[in-house]
């Protein structure tokens, strides 16, 4: 029995509709640290407390956007995932940590790999090149946060600026994602005609680029369609730099001129 909570205004779930859902047999609670399409936050170490209250419950949460850009309450979790492509890794490769005394049943039967977890010839070398991803992501971590949060703010300063621009990401947001939607071009043609000219952005998540024209995200926030239907998101990591920041600038504000209806 799965029960959804819907998100505030800011993206975000707080402490207390968690402890408002929470029941004598629930078992499990899983909740991403940072969203993936406006980079809003939710507080971890709130949350934790609310459900390790329930002697039963276990908490579980999605750091794939976090690990390596945001500091993260290791103490406060008992399951927490990471995927190794959001930090220059292999895809398909990652990690799942787990509280020591906390035991999982298997998905693959049949071998003693991974501590009797799944059968199966391990791939080492995806696992080797992990290893060396999570090191490098760890130990740039608090210089590239600093570098991406100016960009951001230069970011959100020139785009505010912009008639008809609005930034769809929360104050409290990750410095590491920003979504805008612009209300005289929708985000398709956005997205194209920046690819075009080499910059790549998305319009909603990856994980359901096919799905609509819309962004299920910024319904659920209580966005209108012309906010839904015309946000990109920009997603960084400590590769990106200013001057890729002032060129995206200029290059949206020529397409807003050549494809943008009047506002």
Not at 175 to 190: H, K, W
């Amino acid at each position: 029995d799965v029960q959804r909570l819907p998100v505030n205004a800011d993206g975000s779930v707080t402490a207390q509709q968690v402890r408002d859902a929470m029941r004598p047999d629930t078992l499990l609670v899983s909740i991403m640290h940072v969203n993936n399409e406006t980079g809003a936050m939710n507080p971890l170490r709130e949350i934790a407390d609310v459900v390790h209250a329930h002697p039963t419950a276990v908490f579980h949460a999605d750091l794939v956007q976090s690990f390596g850009k945001e500091d993260i309450p290791w103490e406060s979790l008992d399951l927490g995932s990471v995927s190794a492509h959001k930090l220059h890794g292999l895809k398909g490769s990652g990690f799942l940590y787990k509280r020591k005394n906390l035991k999982l049943q298997p998905l693959l039967f049949g071998g003693q790999q991974e501590q009797g977890m799944r059968g199966g010839t391990e791939n080492a070398p995806a696992d080797i090149v992990l290893a060396k991803t999570v090191r490098l992501a760890l130990e740039s971590q608090a210089k590239d946060r600093e570098r991406i949060t100016e960009l951001n703010r230069m970011l959100q300063k020139e785009l505010g600026a912009l008639p008809g621009v609005k930034i769809q990401s929360p104050e409290t947001a990750s410095p590491f994602i920003l979504n805008v939607s612009f209300a005289q071009i929708t985000s398709e043609v956005l997205m194209n005609a920046l690819d075009a000219r080499g910059i790549c952005v998305s319009a909603r998540s990856t994980c359901e680029s096919r799905s609509s024209n819309e962004s299920e995200v910024l319904k659920a926030m209580g966005r209108p369609v012309s906010e839904t239907t015309h946000a990109i998101r920009l997603s960084f990591s400590g590769q990106n730099t200013l001057e890729e920041g002032e060129r995206f600038i200029e290059e949206t504000k020529e397409i807003l001129n050549q494809y943008g209806l009047p506002l």
